[in-house]
């Protein structure tokens, strides 16, 4: 079954203690990205990677760090963690020229207390 | 910059009623347009997309048309049923840049009561 998998799905930390949401797809797809999902703002861009090796930042990259080391792997990292990134993340993958029709994973609530 | 505006929920209808999401955008170049469906725990899936003006999207009785002259794409449905209560996304993806960045409005929640 063609899927985007991310852990965990629910997470409570503290503030600063590093934590890494893995993000994985099974569709070959080159292009993957993060979103946080925030009440009234819809969902917004945090991180997005056109193929292995390569990363660029969205439009709310602050406080996130991104690897791509392989095709399948996304994982988005955050080194010292805020209340302000209690939030809801969306991994999400497709193919380029694919025109908009992304794939999202099912999401992790995480809040920072 | 591009932008996706759509009107505010909560939408609470009754089972057999008549749907209009609303969503306007404003884009400087040709962009394809999407309804994305968001169901309660889950992630955002593809609801029905338009590529150029004039084009109709649709899928399990959804509609929208590209409308260009009104830079509109408003969802539609003529009976919805409680199975469609979920968050609904209207997006947008431009094609300028050298990838499909995608904006997303604020999404609008329906609840659709028996």
């Known amino acids: 079954e063609a899927q985007v998998t991310q852990n965990p799905r629910y997470l409570i930390t503290v503030t600063g203690k590093k934590l890494t949401v893995t993000c994985s797809q099974n569709?070959?797809?080159?292009?993957m990205s993060w979103y946080r999902q925030d009440p009234g703002l819809g969902l917004r861009q945090i991180y997005y990677?056109?193929?292995?090796?390569?990363?660029d930042k969205g439009d709310v990259p602050e406080g996130y760090k991104v690897s791509r080391k392989e095709k399948r792997n996304f994982p988005l990292i955050l080194e010292s963690p805020s209340p302000n990134q209690t939030s809801l993340y969306f991994c999400a993958s497709s193919q380029p020229g694919g025109a908009g029709e992304l794939f999202f994973g099912e999401g992790s609530r995480l809040t920072v207390l | 910059g591009d932008s996706v505006t759509q009107m505010e929920g909560p939408v609470t209808l009754s089972e057999e009623a008549f749907l209009t999401i609303n969503c306007t955008y404003t884009a400087t170049g040709y962009p394809s347009l999407f309804w994305y469906v968001q169901y309660p725990g889950e992630g955002l899936q593809l609801l029905l997309k338009?590529?150029?003006?004039?084009d109709k999207g649709s899928n399990k009785g959804f509609e929208a048309t590209y409308r260009k002259e009104t830079t509109s794409f408003h969802l539609e449905k003529g009976s919805v049923q409680v199975s469609d209560s979920a968050v609904y996304f209207c997006a947008l993806s431009d094609r300028r840049t050298s990838y499909d960045k995608v904006i997303f409005g604020p999404g609008t929640s329906l609840s659709v009561i028996p």
């Open positions: 990677s056109m193929n292995v090796e390569v990363t």
């Open positions: 569709m070959n797809h080159e292009y």
């Open positions: 338009a590529t150029k003006a004039d």
